[in-house]
């Protein structure tokens, strides 16, 4: 009996793990459609003289994201055998995308993000040892705003 309620437990926080999941990307698409005028980039000169640029300011993105239990458990499978984690993988570019809309979102009406970059930093209780607690990711750049 209790092995049955276990499996029934285990298969109802897959379920809502998988469609908080698919929600959050469905979430990150329209975004990242909205932010399609705003490119964030990484280059050593901006194509923008000086004269041209109104302000320019720093903007940043965080969030921090944690697996679910199911994926931390098929995460530890996979540890045994090797391989590829895809529930990381999937934890991984969830929380760089949703850091970089932030990041976006804080840029308001610049012209382009320019030298972003990324930083990662895996927390909680697993973080001494070779488990995902949760993932925190921050995306920070500079805002130009040119003048029109």
Do not use: W
């Amino acid at each position: 009996m209790d092995l049955i309620v276990f499996l029934i437990l285990l298969a109802l926080g897959y379920t809502a793990g998988t469609i908080a999941e698919k929600s959050h990307y469905r979430s990150i698409e329209q975004r990242e459609k909205d932010f399609l005028r705003l490119p964030a980039i990484t280059m050593k000169q901006i194509p923008y003289s000086g004269d041209q640029i109104q302000s320019a300011t720093m903007v940043y993105g965080s969030v921090v994201i944690s697996v679910d239990y199911f994926k931390r458990l098929l995460a530890k499978l996979r540890n045994i055998f090797g391989g590829t984690i895809k529930s990381y993988e999937s934890l991984a570019d969830r929380a760089r995308r949703e850091a970089i809309l932030r990041m976006k979102e804080m840029a308001g009406n610049a012209t382009i993000i320019v030298n972003v970059r990324i930083e990662t930093a895996t927390i909680g209780k697993n973080a001494h040892r070779k488990g995902v607690g949760c993932m925190e990711v921050i995306a920070y750049g500079t805002a130009v705003v040119v003048k029109k």
